[in-house]
């Protein structure tokens, strides 16, 4: 069993940067794919970007690579999404998920075994 915990939401400016982190509880982290995904209002959830239990493999939505960056510690049992030239269209809540023993990059949210609670972030214009 996994627990995960996003923090590092909030306010920011167009064009500028904010980092989120996920905690993870639990011996099983290091097996676990981890991805980031987003929901905006009215929208359905997507994929951000996901990477391997490694952190040897990394997948982008379109709409983010280049800006994006996903990176994982499996010793502090912690993964990061970095937010670069953030856009209005980014604001959302962003979900923290792990896939329990996959040897490769899921990106469809029901690959996913475990979940955040979600962090709020807000681009303002």
């Known amino acids: 069993q996994v627990t995960l915990v996003e923090s590092g939401g909030g306010l920011v400016q167009a064009g500028g940067s904010v980092t989120l982190s996920c905690a993870a509880s639990?011996?099983?982290?290091?097996?676990?794919?981890m991805g980031w995904f987003r929901q905006a209002p009215g929208k359905e959830r997507e994929i951000v970007a996901a990477i391997s239990w490694s952190g040897g493999r990394t997948y982008y939505a379109d709409s983010v690579q280049g800006r994006f960056t996903i990176s994982r510690d499996n010793a502090k049992n912690t993964v990061y999404l970095q937010m670069n030239s953030v856009k209005p269209e980014d604001t959302a809540v962003y979900y923290c998920?792990?896939?329990?023993?996959?040897?490769?990059?899921?990106?469809?949210?029901?690959?996913?075994?475990?979940w955040g609670q979600g962090t709020q972030v807000t681009v303002s214009s």
């Open positions: 998920a792990g896939s329990r023993g996959s040897l490769g990059i899921p990106t469809r949210d029901w690959e996913y075994d475990y």
């Open positions: 639990g011996r099983t982290f290091s097996n676990c794919a």
